[in-house]
């Protein structure tokens, strides 16, 4: 099943914005990953944050994680067109399984 | 990063055929693979966990018969849906985990399979 939630479904921003998308979970988890998924294609690994670990950079990417609430959120800055694309958090449960929620559509106009 | 591949891309079967999905993973030794469908506008749904040289382990709710995987070698997992009906119709994704201390951490992602099954 599912464990992850994301929130807006889809989100629709212009070009040179900020995006930010958010991602809870239910159970405790080794690491919370964040993929990007282009319409019809495999998916891209993004950035992985530990669960002790609170805020990683990444280029314009900034991943949060709060363990207490069980959320993360991820924050797309200066948003470009080429940033349109689907975006899923993934936590880790146990040795092996990724776990994916349902994903942010997110639309950049431009 | 590392480069997985899949093939082929895209299959369209005509219902009670069996298809074959190849999933390589190139430029390292993959001893676990992971198999994944999509449906339009979904999430990944986790079908299987299949590890080099055992069997795979499935998850609940996928039928094994129906779904079958090898994991032959260090670098190539396939998956074959056998006698596939329309409702199998979806989009199906590899991805190929690459071993460190605190086990798999990343997992290299396919570009995924359309099947479609008429």
């Known amino acids: 099943s599912q464990q992850g939630e994301e929130d807006p479904q889809a989100l629709s921003i212009q070009e040179g914005e900020n995006a930010t998308m958010n991602c809870s979970y239910k159970?405790?988890?080794?690491?919370l990953q964040w993929y990007r998924q282009n319409s019809g294609r495999g998916l891209v690994h993004l950035i992985l944050i530990r669960s002790n670990e609170r805020e990683k950079h990444s280029g314009r990417l900034r991943v949060t994680l709060d363990t207490s609430k069980k959320s993360s959120s991820l924050l797309i800055t200066a948003s470009r067109a080429a940033d349109t694309a689907s975006y899923f958090c993934?936590?880790?449960?146990?040795?092996?399984?990724?776990?994916f929620g349902q994903g942010t559509r997110l639309t950049i106009n431009p | 990063g590392a480069v997985v591949s899949q093939h082929p891309s895209r299959v369209i079967c005509k219902s009670g055929t069996s298809v074959k999905i190849e999933c390589r993973s190139l430029d390292f030794q993959a001893t676990t693979m992971f198999w994944y469908r999509q449906f339009p506008k979904q999430s990944l749904m986790l079908m299987a966990t299949s590890n080099e040289g055992s069997k795979a382990t499935y998850e609940q709710g996928v039928e094994k018969d129906k779904f079958l995987i090898n994991h032959a070698s260090l670098t190539l997992s396939t998956l074959t849906v056998t006698s596939a009906h329309p409702e199998d119709s979806s989009f199906y994704i590899c991805?190929?985990?690459?071993?460190?201390?605190?086990?798999?951490?990343?997992?290299?992602f396919g570009p995924g399979t359309r099947l479609t099954v008429l």
């Open positions: 159970t405790s988890i080794n690491n």
């Open positions: 993934a936590t880790k449960r146990g040795a092996q399984k990724l776990v």
């Open positions: 991805s190929a985990g690459r071993d460190s201390k605190r086990g798999i951490d990343t997992q290299y």
